[in-house]
T-cell receptor, first 108, second 115 residues
Framework: RKEVEQDPGPFNVPEGATVAFNCTYS??????FFWYRQDCRKEPKLLMS???SGNEDGRFTAQLNRASQYISLLIRDSKLSDSATYLC?????????FGAGTRLTVKP | EPEVTQTPSHQVTQMGQEVILRCVPI?????FYWYRQILGQKVEFLVS????????KSEIFDDQFSVERPDGSNFTLKIRSTKLEDSAMYFC?????????????FGPGTRLTVL
């Protein structure tokens, strides 16, 4: 089983759509969880941390289920600028493990 | 806004040559990291560094690799004898404390091409 597993997509959605990404991780000792976004040939940038209670930042909602070792990201009212690859990241101490990413394209 | 910088942006080298990739982390950050991303693949953790020593390293970070903080600002990754499969984007990152949940800030990367 891969350490961090994501559906690679691509997800092609119209503007305004709601889209959800899922991620599973194998290391039950993982302590911190993040969603990063990466634009083509650019560095990863933090989108949001993921907390056990779930958290929301504007149009973005992240959920964590430790029992199932599952993380999700929901994007509401998609914008053209949301087009990117979304990376699920799981950390144990300083050792960050990245998923391969889910590619999202938002179309007019 | 402070940012992590990396030089060069693109490095081309011959197989077997040594390369040094340079990073300047954000000035008040204490933990430093190197990652690599082979084209089309996932970002892979290489090493974390704190207080002038390695704190964690992955299975990728073998004896060919070394890191150093030679002065108060630079953080370097050396690959002693490059192989074709070392061709990748190398990202440096830093954060304020290394505490779980802190955001790591990534530099723009150095694209290494080994011929």
């Amino acid at each position: 089983r891969k350490e961090v597993e994501q559906d690679p997509g691509p997800f092609n959605v119209p503007e305004g759509a709601t889209v959800a990404f899922n991620c599973t991780y194998s290391n039950s000792a993982s302590q911190s969880f993040f969603w990063y976004r990466q634009d083509c040939r650019k560095e990863p940038k933090l989108l949001m941390s993921v907390y056990s209670s779930g958290n929301e930042d504007g149009r973005f909602t992240a959920q964590l289920n430790r029992a199932s070792q599952y993380i999700s990201l929901l994007i509401r009212d998609s914008k053209l600028s949301d087009s990117a690859t979304y990376l699920c990241v799981v950390s144990n101490n300083n050792d960050m493990r990245f998923g391969a990413g889910t590619r999202l394209t938002v179309k007019p | 806004e402070p940012e992590v910088t990396q030089t060069p942006s693109h490095q081309v080298t011959q197989m077997g040559q040594e390369v040094i990739l340079r990073c300047v982390p954000i000035s008040n950050h204490l933990y430093f990291y190197w990652y690599r991303q082979i084209l089309g693949q996932k970002v892979e953790f290489l090493v974390s560094f704190y207080n002038n020593e390695i704190s964690e390293k992955s299975e990728i970070f073998d004896d060919q690799f070394s890191v150093e903080r030679p002065d108060g600002s630079n953080f370097t990754l050396k690959i002693r004898s490059t192989k074709l499969e070392d061709s990748a984007m190398y990202f440096c990152a830093s954060d304020t404390s290394g505490r779980r949940g802190d955001e790591q800030f990534f530099g723009p990367g150095t694209r290494l091409t080994v011929l």
